[in-house]
C-alpha cells in the first residue's frame, strides 16, 4: 500500500498504519471500510516519520517490531517531533513492561495481536473521537484573542453577561497552573470550559485526558486514575498505567467530582499536594505534573459539612471556582445555541425555526439545560418534514406556544388573576414555589434544586407565601 494519502475525500480522518507486514494496513482498510477514514501504510518506521513529516495523520498504529527497528524508539520520535499525535501500538508479545514502555512513551494505548475485532473497532472509534476533539482545540488555540480573553472552543457559544464573565475569567485561569473547581447543574458545559481553559493554557501541547467519577463503579476507579500492579486484585494479569500518569505535563479533567469515594479523596489530595501517588498494590512512589480541573453539580461545601467530602481536598480543588448559570438565567443565549446546533447536526440542509418554534425554544424553562436544548435540536432535524422547523419536531413533552404553560393553559394570565393587579412578581415567586412543591412531593431539598435556591431560602418563601402545609417533612 502506498504510503501517501488520497486527496479526495475531505472530512475524512487519515490512519497511518507503520507494520512490516502488508497486509495489517489492508486489514485495518477492511476494518474501518464503513468509518468516514483514509487508511494508508508504511512499512518501516523511517517511512513512517518522513510520511508524518509530509502529511500529518489523525491516528498512528505503530508496531513494536518493524523488522530490525524498535517500534517503541519510533514511537518516541513521533512523539518529540508531534507532541500531540496519537499512536496505538500494535504488539504480538504482550509483556507487562512492553505494554509499560509503550505507555511512558506517550502511546494513547496498545492492542495485542491477533486483534479481536469488535474491541479494536471500539479503540479506534475512541481514538478518532479524541483526535478529533483535539484537533477542534488545537484551532480554538491557534486563534489567540485579546488579553484576558479565551479562545474560542466549538460548543462554546453565549453572548450574555454572564458568560462573558465566565470567558474573561477563563481566559485569566488559564495562563496559571491553579487547580479550577467547575460548578454548575447538569447540562451546562462545564466539560466545554475545562476544555476551553485547557485550549487556552500553556499545556494545550501536552494531553488533556476526561473522566467522569459516576460513570466508573468505585471498585475501578482507583485503577482507572492510578493505575495498578500486577495481581493486584483477581484479573489483574498485566501492570496498568492510570490516567494521571498519561497526562503527566497536562491537564486532567474530573467530572462529577462530587461522586468520587473517601477513600480516593486522599489520594487524590496527595497528588494536589506534592504530585505523588501510587499504584493500587504497589508501594513505589511515582510523580506526575498534572494540572487539575475538577467539576460537579453538587453541594461541595455541604457535603463537606455532612462529612461525606473532605474539607482539605475541598480547599485544594477550589482555588479558583466557576459557576455556571444554568441556561433558564441566561435566555439571550438560546437562540445562537439551537442555531449553532441546527447548523451543525443539519449539515447541507438549510434548515431554520419558524417564529412559534422560537418562541417554544425562548420561553422554555430547560430543567437539562444546553444539553437538553441540543438533543430537542437533534430530535428537530431528524423529524422535521420541510425546510422549516416547528414546534411539533422540536419534543412533543414542549409547550406548543411560547405563551402557554406546559399544561395547556395561559399562565400569563393566570398569573394576572392571581395577583389581583397587586405584587406581579410576589404571585409569580408563589407560583413557582407551588409549582416546585407539587412537583417534588413536598420534599424541600428537591424543590430548592430545581428552583435554583437553598433549602434554607426555600423555607423563608414558603413561610413568606403561607404555604407550610405543602411541605411532608417539619
Known amino acids: 500500500m502506498s504510503p501517501k494519502f488520497k486527496t479526495t475525500g475531505s472530512g475524512r480522518q487519515r490512519v497511518l498504519v507503520i507494520d512490516d507486514d502488508k497486509d495489517v494496513a489492508y486489514s485495518f482498510q477492511r476494518v ?129 453577561a454572564s458568560m462573558q464573565k465566565i470567558y474573561k475569567l477563563v481566559g485569566q485561569v488559564a495562563r496559571s497552573d491553579a487547580s479550577v473547581l467547575l460548578v454548575g447543574e447538569s447540562g451546562t458545559g462545564k466539560e466545554l470550559i475545562a476544555r476551553a481553559i485547557y485550549a487556552n493554557s500553556p499545556r494545550a501541547a501536552r494531553p488533556y485526558v476526561a473522566i467522569n467519577c459516576a460513570a466508573i463503579p468505585d471498585t475501578l476507579l482507583e485503577s482507572e486514575l492510578f493505575g495498578h500492579e500486577r495481581g493486584a486484585f483477581t484479573g489483574a494479569l ?67 459539612k455532612e462529612k461525606t467530602f473532605r474539607e482539605d481536598l475541598f480547599y485544594r480543588l477550589n482555588v479558583v471556582m466557576i459557576q455556571l448559570p444554568p441556561l433558564r438565567e441566561r435566555g439571550e443565549d438560546i437562540l445562537p445555541l439551537a442555531d449553532y446546533f441546527l447548523q451543525r447536526e443539519g449539515k447541507d440542509r438549510r434548515l431554520r425555526f419558524s417564529a412559534s418554534a422560537k418562541k417554544v425554544l425562548q420561553f422554555n424553562r430547560w430543567p437539562g439545560n444546553v444539553r437538553e436544548l441540543e438533543n430537542a435540536v437533534q430530535r428537530a432535524v431528524v423529524c422535521a418534514t420541510s425546510d422549516t422547523i416547528e414546534p411539533g419536531d422540536l419534543s412533543s413533552d414542549l409547550p406548543s406556544s411560547g405563551g402557554t404553560s406546559a399544561e395547556g393553559g395561559d399562565w400569563w394570565s393566570e398569573l394576572k388573576t392571581k395577583a389581583h393587579g397587586q405584587d406581579l412578581l410576589g404571585a409569580a415567586e408563589k407560583m413557582l414555589v407551588e409549582k416546585a412543591l407539587q412537583e417534588s412531593g413536598g420534599n424541600v431539598q428537591k424543590a430548592a434544586d430545581v428552583l435554583g435556591v437553598t433549602r434554607a431560602a426555600l423555607r423563608t418563601r414558603v413561610q413568606r407565601h403561607g404555604l407550610l402545609k405543602k411541605l411532608n417533612q417539619p
Do not use: W
Not at 256 to 271: N, V
Open 32 to 160: 474501518l471500510s464503513e468509518e468516514p477514514v483514509q487508511v494508508a501504510g508504511c512499512t518501516s518506521g523511517e517511512e513512517g516519520l518522513k510520511q508524518l513529516r509530509k502529511q500529518p495523520a489523525d491516528l498512528v498504529l505503530l508496531d513494536v517490531r518493524i523488522g530490525e527497528e524498535n517500534g517503541l524508539e519510533i514511537l518516541r520520535q513521533i512523539r518529540q517531533e508531534h507532541p500531540r499525535q496519537l499512536v496505538i501500538v500494535m504488539t504480538a508479545h504482550g509483556t507487562a513492561q512492553t505494554a509499560i514502555e509503550a505507555m511512558k512513551h506517550g502511546a494513547f494505548d496498545y492492542v495485542l495481536k491477533p486483534f479481536d475485532v469488535p474491541e479494536l473497532l471500539a479503540l479506534l472509534r475512541r481514538a478518532l473521537q479524541t483526535a478529533a476533539s483535539m484537533e477542534e482545540l488545537t484551532a480554538a488555540s491557534a486563534g489567540k484573542k485579546a488579553e484576558g480573553d479565551a479562545g474560542p472552543v466549538p460548543g462554546l457559544i453565549g453572548t450574555s
Open 238 to 304: 498485566t501492570q496498568r498505567i492510570g490516567k494521571f500518569e498519561r497526562a503527566d505535563g497536562g491537564t486532567i479533567f474530573l467530572d462529577e467530582i462530587g461522586d468520587m469515594p473517601l477513600a480516593l479523596q486522599a489520594k487524590l489530595l496527595r497528588i494536589l499536594q506534592n504530585g505523588e501517588f501510587q499504584r493500587l498494590g504497589g508501594d513505589q512512589t511515582l510523580r506526575t505534573r498534572v494540572r487539575v480541573i475538577a467539576a460537579t453539580n453538587k453541594d461541595l461545601a455541604a457535603m463537606v
